[in-house]
Structures are given as structure tokens and as C-alpha cells.
């Protein structure tokens, strides 16, 4: 056991390793059910002349209601919160591809990836991508069911719980739902390999007059030891 822990430790410190998880905050609607206020849509305040709106929700069920741990929801491989029934909320989105990923956890853990080494996922619920624009209102419904049933007789389960649906759909089950503590959000598109490398030559570059500068001062110092005199500066 003291090895396994050790080794998980050791993988853990890797360079480039990210553990997925919602440790605290994965608890289901049986638990922890929404308590925000009813749904209000946004309307108008959202800057809808440069971003997207996005809402997500989760319809009441008594499978929901039951559960004691909720999925994951991710954008860009960051966590945002988890998705709990009879619970909504909503991000602002600059136009882009945005990548859309749903995790199960297990107590709060749900993968772990190390770069260029392994990339683990407990239960990997959905994948799917976001073409955002700017004016452009989404609904992701989320669902794990296809109907409700008291005794869960007859009841078939989703492939693809997280679906996109019309206003019509959305609106009118949203009115059952509170809103969620997480949300209300700006959220960038990931960055192009293009926009990556040229972040990290400007790193690069800002890090070489680093060193330059501390190479020139580390000169001035040195002439001031030497002759015991020290240059003026108003500054």
C-alpha cells in the first residue's frame, strides 16, 4: 500500500502532469440539491455583439434527484462545476471552437493525464466541440435518461447524455430549474499551436533581455566596487 502511494506521489510531481478532479464539489442533488433563485433568462446582459451565450442545464428526474455524485462539466479542459438535477447555468463565450468534456467521478477523482505519457479518465461521459459566434445563444441539455420513472422500470439511458436543443425545449424546462453557485462567466477559446508557439517565443525572447539586463547591472555593480564610487541616479 505505502508503494502505491508512492508511486502515485512520484507521478503526481511529473513535469506537465494535471489531475482531473472535483474534490468537495461533486456532490449530487440528493445531497446538495440547487438552492440558487428560479430561472431568469439573461436577456440583454450579456455583451452579444462579441461573445455567445451558453446555457447548460439538468431537467429534474428521480434519477437525478437520487444521485449522490454528479458529473463533471468541462470547457477547454477546464473544470466549471457539476452538473446536479433540477439545476442551470450559464458562460459567455468568445467566437471559436470551444471543447466541451463531461466527467464521472469517484469520489471527487476522475483522471489524471502527464504529458506525452499517459492520459487517464475514470469515466469519460461526453466529448463534443462548440463552434461559438458572436450573437449566437446555445442550450446544452444535459440528461442521462430518455423518461423518468418512480421505480426505473422501462427506462432506457442516453448514449450521449449532453445534447444541444431548441429554445423551445430549453425555455420550457428551464422554468423548473435553479440556478447553480458556479457560472456566469467569460470563456476564452483554447489557443492555436500558431498562438502557442508565438507565446512562447515572445516568453523566450522577454526572458533573454531578462537576462541581458541582470548581465549590465551586474557589470555596473562591479566597476562601482571597484573604483568605490557610485553612478547618480534621479530615480
Not at 71 to 87: A, H, K, T, V
Not at 90 to 99: D, F, N, S, T, V
Not at 143 to 149: G, H, L, Q, R, T
Amino acid at each position: 500500500m505505502i508503494r502505491i502511494g508512492l508511486l502515485l506521489l512520484t507521478v503526481f510531481m511529473l513535469p506537465g502532469c494535471t489531475i482531473y478532479q472535483s474534490i468537495g464539489h461533486s456532490f449530487g442533488s440528493f445531497v446538495a440539491a440547487p438552492n440558487g433563485q428560479d430561472f431568469q433568462p439573461v436577456g440583454y446582459r450579456w455583451d452579444y455583439e462579441h461573445t455567445a451565450l451558453l446555457y447548460v442545464y439538468r431537467p429534474a428526474s428521480t434519477w437525478a434527484n437520487d444521485e449522490l455524485e454528479s458529473p463533471s462539466f468541462y470547457l477547454n479542459d477546464e473544470n466549471m462545476f457539476n452538473i446536479r438535477g433540477n439545476g442551470y447555468t450559464w458562460y459567455e463565450l468568445k467566437p471559436g471552437i470551444h471543447q466541451v468534456l463531461v466527467r464521472r467521478p469517484l469520489m471527487g477523482l476522475e483522471g489524471i493525464k502527464v504529458d506525452g505519457a499517459l492520459d487517464f479518465t475514470l469515466k469519460m461521459v461526453t466529448e463534443l466541440e462548440l463552434n461559438a459566434r458572436a450573437g449566437q445563444v446555445i442550450y446544452l441539455r444535459y440528461s442521462e435518461i430518455d423518461k423518468d420513472a418512480a421505480k426505473f422500470e422501462d427506462m432506457t439511458f442516453n448514449d450521449n447524455p449532453l445534447q444541444a436543443v431548441t429554445p423551445q425545449v430549453a425555455l420550457a424546462e428551464m422554468q423548473q430549474t435553479k440556478m447553480l453557485n458556479e457560472g456566469r462567466k467569460l470563456i476564452s477559446p483554447p489557443l492555436s499551436a500558431e498562438e502557442l508557439a508565438q507565446r512562447a517565443a515572445e516568453e523566450a525572447a522577454a526572458d533573454s533581455d531578462a537576462s541581458v539586463n541582470d548581465t549590465a547591472n551586474d557589470s555596473e555593480e562591479s566597476v562601482e566596487e571597484e573604483t568605490g564610487e557610485k553612478s547618480w541616479s534621479p530615480f
